[in-house]
């Protein structure tokens, strides 16, 4: 057990889901920007970046996904249950685990509000 | 600080006004259309007073967003309450689990995203160019003024500054530019607020759908007098719109009595033309407002004080007390009969 809390104290797949979210809004916004300012125009047609963010979408919300259930796996590592407040490597796993599930949860709902965007506006403004 | 501000009160008062209480707080007010409209004044700058299609959406997306977030509000409250008043032997931990989810995480996302829903559906519509034959409005920000340009369909383009006249019920595109720092353009009553961009030219369509005086506003921080960079905005009947741009299109008529006579001399004399233009005359300066028709504006220096000979003596004087660090000279060197001259003669460009 000590093994896995060991390879597993690592706080770098808590940042993997909200990356991801700051990666798809960044995308989105620059394909919009590029695209208007470089190939549409004022007034052009919005589709082609529309389709792109529906990609982007797909891409980063199955990212978040896989992160999630990973994160989900670490929480019900063993047999503990929430709080995850004991002071032994086993809990800060499942603790890790479960903030990783949670941020995963809120940045699967902000690639959606990101995405949004795209079903209303159908042409450079 | 405290001193400079007495200083900017005390430098505006005409002098027969110094030992008026009453008088004094009118004149002192920053903000002269609120010291000259009759009544209904207080309204004439807020966003809830809506008389434009696009103020009209907006302050509907305000409400909505009162209501989703005092329900969220409430919700936070509730679970307030219930956590301090919930008994360790009572705790339930599937109900617990239930409220912590269910008010924390899932109402929040659901009334958010009918907000999101809500307000994205309305911006493609406050966005969107007006239909095209509007009438189009050219508003370029300076430091700390609105040069304002009319074009109309055919005809030469109108140059005026600091006040904006507007056909109700005909939707207005406005043009906005810059090629100092940022603005922001804002009416409250009509519309949105639209950023002026160094380098780019942005676009805000207005429908005003009531008559009436409204005041607009530079709504992004630009410099020492920010907050007295302002504008009278007038939304009046097709008819008189016409004839208010027909007017304002003419040359300036020469002044008609001795007084004024010496003002337009002093005004030429005095190197006013180098900034200033009067159609009609040889001032043909762009560095300044366009002072064609100044007597028919409704105040002076972007709406920040009265159009009256009094404040316009005042200004020319010590534009800089009325408005710190406005780019214009103070003109304190010249004889006070000789401003006064100027500022008869500016108040009879009507
Ligand atoms: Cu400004």
């Known amino acids: 057990m000590s093994q896995t809390a060991e390879q597993h104290q690592s706080l770098w797949l808590l940042t993997a889901s909200p990356s991801i979210w700051a990666a798809h809004f960044v995308l989105c916004y620059a394909s919009a920007a590029i695209w208007c300012e470089k190939f549409a125009g004022l007034g052009g047609s919005l589709t082609a970046v529309r389709l792109a963010i529906v990609v982007y979408s797909v891409v980063a919300l199955t990212g978040i996904g896989i992160v999630g259930w990973i994160g989900c796996g670490r929480h019900r590592f063993g047999d503990a249950e929430l709080p995850h407040n004991a002071d032994t490597p086993e809990d800060r796993h499942r603790f890790l685990g479960f903030a990783t599930l949670l941020l995963s949860a809120l940045s699967g709902v902000a690639v959606l509000f990101v995405s949004l965007v795209a079903l209303f506006f159908g042409e450079c403004y | ?350």
């Open chain 2, 1 to 350: 600080m405290t001193h400079h501000l007495r200083e900017l009160c005390r430098g505006i008062e005409p002098p027969s006004q110094r030992d008026s209480g009453a008088k004094r707080a009118e004149v002192a007010l920053p903000g002269s259309a609120v010291a000259l409209l009759p009544d209904g004044h207080s309204r004439i700058q807020s966003a809830l007073n809506p008389a434009g299609v696009e103020a009209a959406g907006i302050e509907n997306l305000f409400w909505w967003m009162v209501a989703g977030t005092t329900v969220v509000w409430l919700g936070v409250m509730a679970l307030t309450w219930h956590s301090v008043r919930t008994h360790p032997e009572s705790f339930n931990r599937r109900r617990e689990a239930f409220i912590i989810v269910g008010c924390g995480a899932i109402l929040p996302t659901v009334v958010l995203s009918i907000l999101l829903v809500f307000g994205l559906s309305a911006l493609p519509g406050l966005v969107a160019p007006a239909p095209s034959g509007s009438l189009k409005v050219v508003v370029s920000g300076e430091m700390w003024w609105w040069r304002v340009r009319y074009e109309p369909a055919e005809g030469q383009p109108i140059i005026l500054a600091n006040e904006i006249h507007l056909p109700v019920g005909e939707p207005v595109q406005f043009l906005l530019e810059s090629d100092n720092v940022i603005h922001s353009f804002w009416i409250p009553s009509l519309a949105g607020k639209m950023d002026l961009i160094p380098g780019r030219t942005t676009r805000l369509a207005v429908t005003p759908t009531k008559t009436g005086l409204f005041r607009g506003v530079c709504a992004e921080y630009c410099g020492t007098s920010h907050a007295l960079m302002k504008f009278d905005v007038v939304v009046e009947e097709k008819e008189e719109f016409n004839r208010w741009l027909a007017h304002q299109a003419t040359p300036a008529a020469p002044p008609d009595n001795p007084l004024a006579q010496r003002g337009e001399k002093q005004f030429l004399a005095n190197g006013c033309g180098a900034c200033h233009t009067v159609r009609g005359t040889n001032a043909a300066g762009v560095v300044g407002p366009d002072l064609t028709h100044l007597g028919s504006r409704l105040s002076i220096a972007a709406a920040s004080w009265p159009n009256d000979s009094a404040h316009l003596r005042r200004w020319i004087a010590d534009s800089d007390k009325i408005k710190p660090g406005a780019y214009m000279p103070k003109f304190d060197m010249l004889r006070s009969d000789d401003v006064n001259a100027m500022a008869v003669y500016l108040k009879g460009l009507k």
